[in-house]
């Protein structure tokens, strides 16, 4: 409720703009054309101060986002979503629901309580579900209460299989194991193969295992269940309806595309995938598919490291691009696979152009990239299914943004960059006067990888009157020597240290108050953060400390994360 006005104004801004931006990947060879009202158009967002009700709140959100020591990373806010939830099913569990006659607690309760909860753990895994699109956020911000309410489901299960043995024992002094209390053996067999693979260090070591598990192991429940008993068929009927739901809206977002692969310094591997150029907004990330041997059977998340079409300040462009970092088993195969050779049956041709046929168009494309290539372009056919994050975020509306990213999470960067300096090229939007970059690596190459397009997009901005600043922190090794001329600009900081985002927040903050010079007022500061966790942390310990006279100095602080 305190959130409501601004989830209001969000919902207002958003309902302005495309209603397809951030929903389906398009091909659009016109790019978009902005009338003369819409370029002419005053903005508000440069004099905007935060609302009275949101300063008054401020105490509260920062309360709620204090991290919670032993809860895997959970803040205080979601914590008391948990706390009060299962409080919740302990007291609908327990409240009369004791056998006066047996004084032995009903089983069947603690059965439809796990039941009644499945409809919700499965909305809640929806990449398409009606909750993201209300709340604005991704799957990925409620994935911590789908992991709970799993444990959930397997914990209540638990105890309705173990009442159930006890009060056959104590009853009708025998067990037989029936055909229903048969299937929901297997059903708990299933629940706890999904719970216990469900772990963060299981995930994190195996997640292809962990991932393989839970297909199978849902399949398995919602058989077993429906065999279960007729009372719980409503329940599984949801689920398939909301699944099939949601595997239909994949295959719509879905795309089949042609993809060059390019390896590039640090590690890094460029994925271009042609014939896609909107309907993404800046932050968004997809999934991708390489048709190529083993590889058809996974599909892996990244970051659109562009701008779309639409808000793109190097006029149109052909394509979507991802940029890869080898960590994992499948980056690293795709890296090879950026070198090797090309065979016959790993690209088919949906363009209509014969196998290995040069284009203009891409070409073109290349150059406006303006990323540097070590290595031949190797083509691939993928599937693209995307795509998916935050819908309502929008840094273009801000007067003040700091970005701020370590190592390969430069993808976000780079596309909100260019998003916010496109927005001023194309539409005519010049609310952002201020943009801070941070970038925090360890491999230097990298800046190699990435330095041609970022000194066109800065150049273009600075052309645009924004003022653009990049602060390069390198962590490598003292032993490890980097070229300052790889970013033959003015604007560049290198610094050989951690970057202490406390020091440079405040720098920004400060420097508001030359903003008054001119005149203008507010403004507000956005601030997103790509990259590990302990620099997202950071960053919020940050903003959460700031006090209520810089808060309202600098117009309001919104922290992307």
């Known amino acids: 409720m ?29 790019g978009k054309i902005r009338n003369e009202k819409e370029r002419s158009s005053p903005s508000n967002s440069s ?15 920062q309360a709620f986002n204090l991290k919670v020591p032993l809860t895997g990373g959970l803040n205080f806010g979601q914590t008391l979503i948990i706390i009060v939830y299962m409080v919740a099913l302990v007291i609908l569990s327990l409240y009369n629901n004791t056998d006066d ?10 059965g439809f309580i796990a039941l009644a909860q499945l409809p919700i753990l499965v909305t809640l895994s929806m990449k398409n579900g009606p909750l993201n699109y209300f709340i604005g956020q991704g799957y990925e911000k409620l994935n911590f209460l789908h992991r709970f309410i799993g444990r959930m489901v397997f914990v209540f299960s638990l105890v309705h299989g173990a009442l159930q043995i006890r009060f056959q024992v104590t009853i009708r002094k025998s067990f037989r194991l029936h055909e229903a209390s048969l299937y929901g053996f297997i059903a708990l067999c299933a629940l706890f193969m999904m719970a216990f693979t469900g772990l963060r260090f299981f995930r994190s070591a195996t997640y292809q295992l962990f991932l393989m598990t839970h297909i199978i192991g849902y399949i398995v429940v919602i058989v077993t269940l429906w065999m279960h008993t007729p009372a719980t068929q409503p329940y599984i009927a949801y689920i398939i309806a909301a699944t099939g739901f949601d595997y239909l809206m994949k295959i719509v977002k879905a795309r089949v595309k042609n993809a060059t692969f390019t390896a590039m310094p640090g590690g890094l591997t460029r994925i271009e995938v042609h014939g896609i150029n909107d309907g993404w907004r800046a932050g968004q990330h997809v999934f991708i598919r390489v048709m190529k041997g083993r590889h058809i059977f996974e599909k892996h998340p990244f970051t659109i490291a562009n701008a779309p079409n639409s808000s793109s300040p190097h006029g149109g462009t052909g394509h979507m691009l991802l940029v890869a970092k080898a960590a994992g088993d499948f980056t690293k195969s795709i890296h090879e696979l950026a070198g090797a050779p090309q065979t016959s049956d790993s690209l088919v041709d949906v363009s209509g152009k ?13 150059k406006l990239s303006g990323f540097k290539k070590i290595s031949s372009n190797t083509t691939y056919t993928v599937i693209v299914d995307g795509p998916y994050g935050s819908f309502f975020t929008d840094m ?5 943004v700091l970005l701020c ?29 201020n943009i801070t970059i941070v970038w925090s690596l360890r491999e230097p190459d990298m800046i190699e990888s990435f330095g041609p397009a970022l000194e066109n997009t800065i150049a273009v901005g600075q052309a645009h009157d924004i003022n653009i600043t990049l602060k390069l922190f390198i962590t490598a090794q003292s032993g490890i020597n980097f070229s300052q001329n790889i970013l033959p600009t003015t604007l560049v900081e290198f610094n050989s240290t951690r970057p202490d985002l406390s020091q440079i927040v405040d720098e920004m903050i400060n420097n508001r108050s030359s903003d008054k010079l001119d005149g203008c ?13 302990q620099m997202v942390d950071n960053m919020g310990d940050v903003v959460r400390r700031l006090d209520k006279d810089c808060f309202d100095q600098v117009g309001g602080v919104t922290l992307l994360s």
């Open 521 to 533: 007022s507010g403004g507000g500061l956005g601030i997103g953060v790509c990259g590990p966790v």
């Open 47 to 61: 004099n905007k101060r935060p609302n009275k009700l949101y300063l008054l709140s401020r105490p509260i959100f």
């Open 2 to 30: 305190i959130r409501l006005p601004k989830f209001v104004q969000e919902r207002i801004l958003y309902s302005r703009s495309s209603k397809t931006q951030g929903f389906f990947l398009l091909n659009d060879s016109r």
């Open 101 to 110: 006659a047996t004084n032995i607690v009903n089983y069947r309760r603690f």
């Open 354 to 366: 014969e196998k290995g046929q040069s284009s203009p168009d891409l070409e073109s494309d290349n």
């Open 405 to 433: 990213a370590g190592g390969s999470g430069f993808t976000f960067c780079m596309s909100t960059l260019e998003d916010i300096v496109g927005e001023a090229v194309q539409g005519g939007r010049k609310v952002t006067r």
């Open 396 to 400: 273009t509306q801000y007067r003040n």
